[in-house]
């Protein structure tokens, strides 16, 4: 009876905090809460170095952490060790060897290790899409399995990785499952992150929203202390519990891929109707219900998240009997979106395009990054050689990735040789570098001026001044 009354009670208090629990400042630090956790809260292990994990893993130990960053893959493990990156990612590098000079920072392959010294544990492992759209959560679940065989003490383990709703409480299932002693408990929460490959260290340090998943305040607000810095930037606190902070995440993603699948079909309408999508963009932007972001058209979304998380989305959904129809829609629309851009190739070159020279400038999914993981190129290009097409192509980071995956492809060592004696050329990616090409130039070195600027780089009077025959996204050259 006493148990049961005090359950009820702990259930009741819990669902207050929930419902208080939106606010700008976390105001967790009840004497219930704070005597739950003994540790600082300063050993952190951070398992998975990917985007997410080593952009975590280095700014915590710039704020003064200990972290120690885990992964299975020997090989990345050692270059960081040596101070060097698996990826391209601006700054980054100086984070990581600054925190590996003054010991903040270390790599292992040892997840053993990093988790029997460490008070926090951030799973940020990837969650690929299977063949069938659903997300692979076998990294996520054999950490899991590793994190219960480690535990010695008391730990909070944060999973960070993207992961369909519900999946948070089946880990921590597992963990209470498997574990070797059970005198320790150990708390799973769920901080999703929004950071953006090209701009992840700033975003790092400041994003307008914190969530943290969690069933056990206290937990709740240990994680919230760690990111304390945000808080007093302005940053909205959000606790909840692990369904509503996964739903969060998938819903985020799957409206960013909404409203460029949106804007892209727009462009297509206004490359008919002689709108001019730049207008309508800023129009529609400044209403404050709507929000000028990610309202720029281009060859389709492309990256490690939206493509994935919106067929994972989709996925669960189907599983659930639920009929996620737009954002179903927003696939289907940005499936469409990347294959237009060879529908728009042949309208200005014609429909055969064997032994056609075609320059393709940009390779990565969006500037500043050499990510090519879901990158409109690889379809377009894959295309273009499948019709027998001469690709040649640049980009200021992606080309060696690229050449990994697609051996046919002309990769050249700047945007003149990729271009010169070529009947054509499609611009995917807005580096600052192709957007600042010397329109002139290009168009002599070409030899038959056919350009399909995807990205609204160039401002379609010069092209058609300088004689280009092109084909952009829903901007029409203005006729005085
Ligand atoms: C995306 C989200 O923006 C992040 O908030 C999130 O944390 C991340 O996924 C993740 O889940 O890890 P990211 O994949 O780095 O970040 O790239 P975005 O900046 O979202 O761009 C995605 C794609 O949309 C790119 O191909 C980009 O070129 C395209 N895009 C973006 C447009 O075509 N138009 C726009 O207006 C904006």
Known sequence: MSSYFYKSIVQICYGLVLLLNVSRL????SAEDSSAYTFEANKIAVIGTGYVGLVLGAGLAEWGHQVICADILQEKITSLQNGELPFYEADLDVWVNA????????FTTNIDEAVQNSDIIFVTVSTPSKSDG???????????????????????VCIKSTVPIGTTRRIQ??????????????????NPEFLREGSALADFIKTDRLV???????AVKVIADIFHRLLSANTTLINTDLESAEAIKYASNAYLATKISFINEFANLCDVTGADIDTVAYGLGLDPRIGSAFLKPGPGYGGSCLPKDTLGLVYQAKELKVDLKIVQATIDANDAQINRVIIKLKQLLGEDLNNKKIAVL????????DDIRCSPALTIIAQLLAEN?????????????????LSGLDCCSSIDAATAGTDAVIVLTDWEEIKSLDLSRLRQLMKTPILIDTRNLYDPQKLDQLGFLFSNSGRPIKKH
């Open 26 to 29: 976390p105001q967790l630090s």
């Open 99 to 106: 925190n590996l000079s003054a010991k903040r920072l270390r």
């Open 134 to 156: 659903s997300a692979d959560l076998f990294a996520l679940e054999s950490v899991a399995k590793t994190i219960a065989k480690n535990i010695n003490g008391q730990k909070i």
């Open 173 to 190: 299932t597992l963990i209470a499952e498997n574990m070797n002693q059970n005198k320790f408990s150990c708390d799973v929460t769920f």
């Open 212 to 218: 943290i998943g969690g069933d056990n305040p206290s």
């Open 362 to 369: 940009g390779l990565a999914f969006k500037a500043n990054t």
């Open 389 to 405: 097409v001469h690709v040649t192509a640049y980009d200021p980071m992606a080309m060696n990735n690229m050449q990994k995956v």
